[in-house]
């Protein structure tokens, strides 16, 4: 017995793909916010590698920072990777098929995409899970340390909210990339 239902699948993908605030209000916000975001990294660490022209005589960054956030360059990469990975996979055949080809073939007797048929084919192989997987992992620790590492950026430092703002971001990057893992294994675990 599966855990969501084919049709409350297919029906929530559909509605996602086709309501006018997912598509022309929400998805443009969430795409300038993703190139903002990105536009902004790579200039505050252009400044932040001018700024100091003379590197340390002594220098220990284990000592003083985590490992994530030493290391958000490389987990952002790998995100944008993945973006890239999952655009081609997913949203550049769709645009494809129902725009450009106006082929609506795949559609259900409700009108609604067979979402959960195409995550099945798409989720078959076991290399593609774990990529997919893999990137949820790296999503996991950019936000580790991003969502708290936001709130210190704009100024919202505290000794009462500080910590709770830190275990709210915990709880996020764990729990969302884990629901999107969860999507990528089911539907492998699935067919065997």
């Known amino acids: 017995m599966s855990v969501v239902s084919e049709d409350t699948f297919n029906s929530t993908?559909?509605?996602m793909g086709t309501n006018a605030v997912v598509q022309f209000v929400l998805q443009p916000i969430?795409?300038?916010g993703v190139i903002f975001h990105l536009s902004m990294g790579i200039y505050?660490?252009?400044?932040?590698?001018?700024?100091?022209?003379?590197?340390?005589?002594?220098?220990?960054p284990g000592t003083n920072s985590s490992w994530m956030s030493r290391n958000m360059k490389i987990t952002g990469i790998m995100i944008l990777l993945f973006l890239g990975l999952h655009?081609?996979?997913?949203?550049?055949?769709?645009l494809n098929t129902k725009y450009?080809?106006?082929?609506?073939?795949?559609?259900?007797?409700?009108?609604?995409?067979?979402?959960f048929e195409e995550l099945q084919h798409k989720f078959a192989d076991p290399i593609w899970v774990i990529l997919y997987v893999l990137s949820?992992?790296?999503?996991?620790?950019?936000?580790?340390h991003g969502f708290q590492s936001a709130f210190q950026s704009v100024g919202f430092r505290h000794t009462k909210y500080t910590p709770i703002i830190q275990k709210l971001g915990n709880i996020y990057a764990i729990v969302v990339p884990l629901g999107f893992m969860f999507i990528a294994i089911f539907h492998y675990v699935s067919q065997l």
């Not at 655009?87 to 769709?94: G, K, M, Q, R």
């Not at 450009?100 to 609604?112: A, F, K, Q, R, W």
């Not at 949820?136 to 936000?143: D, T």
Request: a neutral charge; hydrophobic letters at 45%.
């Open 44 to 60: 505050l660490d252009t400044q932040n590698n001018k700024a100091r022209s003379v590197k340390y005589a002594m220098n220990k």
């Open 136 to 144: 949820f992992v790296f999503l996991a620790l950019h936000l580790l």
């Open 13 to 15: 993908s559909h509605f």
């Open 30 to 32: 969430l795409a300038f």
């Open 87 to 94: 655009f081609y996979d997913f949203w550049i055949p769709e």
């Open 100 to 115: 450009i080809v106006g082929d609506m073939s795949g559609l259900n007797e409700h009108g609604g995409m067979r979402y």
